[in-house]
């Protein structure tokens, strides 16, 4: 295994999560998924782990070297931006009266309230994060460091990685706190009646509802303002993302083996935290 390889994937997944807390990144992904986390209620975890595979669906197909994919996500950020913001309040409404798309139930996918919408969020929240230069930029730069496309597949996979690492643990933390179970999140709001068909509104949904249309509008509202266009304030937070790299790296050439170590450490939790989904009933 090469030098640049062993490397690259402790200081990848260090700098995926550097990159999550960019202002053009967290200010999406981050109120998306906690709307989400009060729409579903139920199996949390398995939730986080649905709307990780959709972030995972976009961004690894730049990691491969998807020019074409990135050149769209720079030459249509505002666009994209305005799409994910309507469908942020598309799934407000949904969450509201508690409505839920239809799809073929998987044994995968069998104990989760809403999977569809929850991967389509995931891949709304991949798509808006890739048009955050720091995190577009960031990717492919690391994933070019390996010499061939499995290598950079795992450079990205870990890149990935350590932007939903943070949720993993919040989902985490919310299960086993069982904080959605407490009375104040279930109590009714108000009944609403439409379409002939009553819909009882909790606080959970409430709270979802005005999250998520909040957010959507205002996103809708910058972009068509012109206030969520890359421009160099986002230098810096390029520039920590690859000094974070670098610096990591210096490190890990000080100690033979700790990438495979990491390495290993990563699956085995990625491995448990996969047995925790599948115990969840």
Same mark, same amino acid.
């Given at each position: 295994?090469?030098?640049?390889?062993?490397?690259?994937?402790?200081?990848?997944?260090?700098?995926?999560?550097?990159?999550?807390?960019?202002?053009?990144?967290?200010?999406?992904?981050?109120?998306?998924?906690?709307?989400?986390?009060?729409?579903?209620?139920?199996?949390?975890?398995? %939730?986080?782990? =649905?709307? !990780?595979?959709?972030?995972?669906?976009?961004?690894? @197909? $730049?990691?491969? *070297?998807?020019? /074409? #994919?990135?050149?769209?996500?720079?030459?249509?950020?505002?666009?994209?931006?305005?799409?994910?913001?309507?469908?942020?309040?598309?799934?407000?409404?949904?969450?509201?009266?508690?409505?839920?798309?239809?799809?073929?139930?998987?044994?995968?996918?069998?104990?989760?309230?809403?999977?569809?919408?929850?991967? %389509?969020?995931? =891949?709304? !929240?991949?798509?808006?994060?890739?048009?955050?230069? @720091? $995190?577009?930029? *960031?990717?492919? /730069? #690391?994933?070019?460091?390996?010499?061939?496309?499995?290598?950079?597949?795992?450079?990205?996979?870990?890149?990935?990685?350590?932007?939903?690492?943070?949720?993993?643990?919040?989902?985490?933390?919310?299960?086993?706190?069982?904080?959605?179970?407490?009375?104040?999140?279930?109590?009714?709001?108000?009944?609403?009646?439409?379409?002939?068909?009553?819909?009882?509104?909790?606080?959970?949904?409430?709270?979802?509802?005005?999250?998520?249309?909040?957010?959507?509008?205002?996103?809708?509202?910058?972009?068509?303002?012109?206030?969520?266009?890359?421009?160099?304030?986002?230098?810096?937070?390029?520039?920590?993302?690859?000094?974070?790299?670098?610096?990591?790296?210096?490190?890990?050439?000080?100690?033979?083996?700790?990438?495979?170590?990491?390495?290993?450490?990563?699956?085995?939790?990625?491995?448990?935290?996969?047995?925790?989904?599948?115990?969840?009933?």
């Amino acid at each position: 295994m090469n030098t640049i390889f062993q490397l690259s994937l402790l200081a990848s997944f260090i700098a995926g999560m550097v990159a999550l807390f960019a202002p053009c990144c967290i200010s999406f992904l981050l109120p998306a998924y906690f709307a989400n986390v009060f729409k579903e209620k139920k199996r949390v975890v398995l %939730m986080t782990f =649905i709307y !990780s595979l959709g972030i995972f669906t976009v961004m690894l @197909p $730049v990691v491969l *070297g998807a020019r /074409a #994919l990135t050149q769209v996500f720079f030459n249509l950020h505002d666009q994209t931006y305005i799409v994910g913001g309507v469908f942020l309040v598309f799934v407000g409404f949904s969450a509201l009266l508690g409505l839920k798309f239809p799809m073929p139930q998987f044994s995968f996918t069998k104990n989760a309230d809403d999977p569809i919408s929850t991967y %389509m969020l995931g =891949i709304i !929240s991949g798509i808006t994060s890739a048009c955050c230069a @720091p $995190v577009l930029i *960031g990717v492919i /730069a #690391l994933s070019t460091l390996s010499p061939t496309m499995v290598q950079s597949l795992l450079v990205g996979f870990f890149y990935v990685l350590g932007m939903v690492t943070p949720l993993y643990l919040a989902s985490l933390f919310i299960d086993q706190r069982n904080l959605l179970e407490r009375p104040v999140f279930k109590r009714e709001f108000r009944e609403v009646t439409l379409l002939g068909k009553t819909h009882l509104i909790t606080v959970s949904n409430l709270i979802s509802f005005v999250t998520f249309t909040g957010m959507g509008a205002l996103i809708i509202f910058l972009a068509l303002s012109g206030k969520l266009a890359m421009n160099s304030s986002e230098e810096g937070v390029i520039q920590m993302v690859q000094t974070v790299a670098v610096s990591v790296t210096s490190v890990a050439q000080q100690i033979p083996g700790l990438d495979v170590v990491f390495g290993v450490i990563a699956f085995w939790s990625l491995y448990r935290f996969l047995k925790y989904i599948n115990r969840q009933k």
